[in-house]
């Protein structure tokens, strides 16, 4: 999983994205834009538990990759800030910053803290710059059309053209219904108002006492858009301290789990992903993938072999892995499933792949 940062200027979305990567990225110049790339680990106690119960050589926590891309001043006019966005284009989600506590603005006023305005704004940027690429397309596809190329798909100018339409009446087309044939011919333009999106709304101290209000009026605003909070700047100078200092801190601002966990919480469920392990002396590991995907395409998560060679898939849950102690145990009780092809893999199943290749 890939997710993409987008924020407007002094949304403090760089401190939340440093805070969930520990400060290790790396920077990216390309173009217009300027961003950042790191990795955010996905910490699971269940990984821990079963990392002591088979005291492994190694222990894997999940990943996924994530891009910050550079805040978008809003003197920018859109088909400039639609620059702003052409890097997070290859991600899988899109993760909107949005500011709420004092400070300034991205033309760099008092701020006025409207998460609803806010986001609007970004989604204005994000349509237009899909109306950018969907134009210059439809304009190539009704050229090919006029000179009876052998390459014109009619399918293709159907879908663009709606696209378009959809797009001009300023919605995403997350919104909009297009089906699996329709959507084969589009995929390659990497629509953004297309992908899943959430927000995280970034307080201060001051206004994170009264996130519920500000996450209530915004669900009423998107109630399609999943949305959380955290206070960044406040974790961020939190994860400096001792530990004893930490936890006090954390009681005094009323956090009751680090940022990085109800934000990858939240975009886990917002995005449709799961996650499973495999165990062993060598190694105990926790993988992503998408809900409902089945066997052998989490057999392809650990390596392409595996799901190219697919036989069948052991499979045991975690609770009952856990209540039992042991896979002996485990087995003895018949709670060790062999699987096929078919099998959609669930939160928390442990795998043991059989292959031949």
Avoid at 84 to 91: G, H, K, L, S
Avoid at 185 to 202: D, E, T
Wanted: with cysteine; glycine share 6%; charged share 30%.
């Amino acid at each position: 999983m890939q997710l993409g940062f987008i924020g407007l200027k002094y949304s403090g979305k760089s401190t939340l994205f440093e805070l969930l990567t520990q400060g290790k990225f790396e920077s990216v110049h390309s173009g217009m834009a300027e961003y950042h790339r790191g990795q955010v680990m996905v910490p699971d106690e269940r990984i821990d538990r079963l990392s002591a119960m088979f005291r492994p050589k190694k222990t894997t926590y999940a990943y996924f990759d994530c891009i910050d891309v550079m805040g978008i001043p809003a003197s920018l006019r859109t088909d400039q800030a639609a620059k702003y966005m052409e890097a997070v284009r290859q991600t899988d989600s899109l993760v909107a910053v949005i500011q709420v506590f004092d400070g300034y603005d991205a033309e760099g006023k008092a701020a006025r803290i409207d998460p609803v305005a806010d986001l609007k704004r970004l989604e204005e940027d994000i349509i237009f710059a899909d109306l950018i690429v969907a134009d210059n397309r439809l304009e190539k596809v009704r050229h090919l059309k006029v000179r009876s190329a052998p390459q014109f798909n009619p399918k293709e100018l159907d879908i663009l053209e709606k696209c378009k339409a959809v797009l001009e009446e300023n919605r995403p087309l997350r919104n909009v219904e297009i089906h699996d044939h329709e959507d084969k011919l589009i995929r390659g333009f990497q629509f953004l108002s297309k992908k899943p999106l959430m927000a995280v709304l970034n307080c201060d101290e001051a206004h994170y006492a009264e996130r519920a209000g500000y996450e209530n009026a915004f669900r009423e605003a998107f109630p399609g858009i999943p949305v959380t909070s955290v206070s960044a700047l406040g974790e961020k100078e939190i994860q400096e301290l001792e530990e004893e200092e930490r936890l006090l801190f954390m009681q005094e601002l009323g956090i009751e789990e680090p940022a990085i966990h109800h934000v990858i919480a939240t975009s886990y469920a917002a995005f449709g992903l799961i996650s499973f392990f495999t165990v062993g002396e060598d190694e105990v590991r926790a993988w992503t993938l998408r809900a409902g995907a089945p066997a052998p395409e989490a057999a392809g998560t650990i390596h392409s072999d595996l799901q190219k060679g697919f036989i069948r898939a052991e499979v045991i849950a975690y609770d009952d892995f856990i209540r039992e102690g042991s896979m002996a145990a485990a087995k003895a009780k018949g709670l060790v499933r062999l699987e096929g092809k078919e099998y959609p893999v669930k939160d928390g199943d442990i795998l043991n792949i059989r292959f031949n290749v």
